[in-house]
């Protein structure tokens, strides 16, 4: 039994490995991301497509202590992965959510924002996602959408990217505004939006 646990447990960290890469600090640059969310304690946070919580637990700590983070994923092996790390770093302001393709399943009383990072690209039926995505957002509430785009060879080579262009016309045809491009990030974009007041 033990063994069977511990090849589960090293199933889960090769595809964390799998989704972050090597060296994925240096060009993710994730201090400059959370400093650019503009986050504030108490604030409720999404993080879509968490994975094996790369951004989760950077997120929780811009919104504590009052705020909190749910960690989104289809992938049951990467909540588990998230659920053990938050068993061993107690008190933390996390909560992980198992979401279905089709609906990320948050909490009906909704989030300040949705993030998500390296996703966009693996989302089927973008449009009609998002904009049923449109009533987990508080008023003022914002996604950003962090994706690779033609500028990370590997990935546009494979198709695991989105061009921004693509982003912003389907977000906007979803019932959102772009509020703000940022453009730090030298292989992906990073898109924040708003829901647009009427449609």
């Known amino acids: 039994l033990t063994l069977i646990a ?21 060009w993710q640059q994730p201090d400059k991301v959370i400093a650019a969310l503009n986050l504030h304690p108490g604030e409720v946070v999404a993080d879509l497509g968490s994975g094996g919580g790369y951004f989760t637990f ?8 009052s705020g909190k983070v749910y960690a989104v994923d289809v992938d049951k092996d990467m909540i588990e992965l998230i659920a053990k790390r ?17 609906d990320p399943l948050l909490p009906q009383t909704g989030v300040d924002l949705i ?22 957002l508080r008023p003022g509430g914002r996604i950003a959408i962090i994706d690779l785009d033609r500028r990370a060879w590997l990935e546009g080579l494979l198709g695991h990217y989105t061009p ?3 982003i912003k016309r389907e977000m906007e045809q979803a019932g959102y505004a ?10 992906q974009s990073f898109l924040i939006f708003t829901k647009k007041t009427s449609l």
């Open 58 to 65: 950077k997120l929780a700590r811009a919104v504590a202590p």
């Open 86 to 102: 938050l068993k061993e770093e107690s008190g933390n302001n996390v909560e992980t959510i198992l979401a279905t393709a089709t």
């Open 164 to 166: 921004s262009e693509t």
């Open 178 to 187: 772009l509020q703000q491009q940022l453009d730090f990030l030298d292989r």
């Open 115 to 136: 993030f998500t990072v390296n996703t966009y690209h693996h989302i089927a039926n973008r449009l009609a996602y998002f904009a049923d995505v449109r009533k987990y």
């Open 6 to 26: 511990l090849l589960i447990a090293s199933c889960a960290r090769l595809k964390q490995f799998a989704y972050e890469g090597f060296s994925r600090d240096s």
